[in-house]
């Protein structure tokens, strides 16, 4: 395997962070989805969501000759299943440190979908900038489109699994190469 001091999932909520928590565990590493605090992320390889997401800048600074990993989505079918996911996670509503996170990330606390739809291409850009002069330190990967074990095999340098590539959120239960 590739050598790394930590791997951080820096994709946005909605984009297959589970689904990228799942495959690194299976690849024996221990992963914190969506980390409280510092603690957590020095205690693991591996950190990935939103959390993550918001802070990525800081984290490589901190730890050096780390990879990280943008799970992508398409923008519409991201929006939809934000809107969803904000309508059916009351958390949302009352969680003060969720509220500050979401307006950092996307621009507004409550979903509203222009202010998100600006907030992903916002982040995008973040992104771009930030890895533009080291784009072998940053994978791209659309889960949700079914992309998987062949890109983050090669990225990490290992064979690919045998196994089916974990989609956690998936309806059905689906798994994806």
């Not at 603690?39 to 950190?47: C, K, L, P, R, S």
């Amino acid at each position: 395997m590739r050598k790394f001091n930590k791997i951080f999932g820096i994709g946005l909520s909605r984009t297959g962070t589970h689904s990228l928590t799942a495959a690194l565990r299976h690849l024996g590493l221990s992963v914190i989805h969506f980390p409280r605090d510092l603690a957590e992320v020095e205690a693991n390889d591996a950190a990935t969501d939103s959390r993550v997401a918001d802070k990525f800048e800081l984290l490589d600074l901190g730890f050096p000759n780390s990879l990280f990993i943008h799970t992508v989505r398409e923008v519409t079918d991201w929006l939809n299943s934000c809107e969803r996911f904000w309508k059916s996670y009351e958390q949302f509503a009352s969680s003060p440190d969720l509220r500050t996170l979401h307006d950092r990330l996307y621009g507004a606390a409550d979903f509203d979908r222009a202010t998100y739809i600006t907030g992903y291409w916002k982040y995008m850009e973040r992104v771009a900038l930030h890895f533009a002069k080291r784009p072998t330190e940053i994978l791209h990967i659309n889960i949700c489109a079914g992309e998987g074990w062949p890109q983050l095999a090669a990225f990490l340098e290992i064979p690919i699994p045998a196994e089916p590539f974990p989609h956690d959120h998936a309806p059905g239960g689906v798994t994806v190469r």
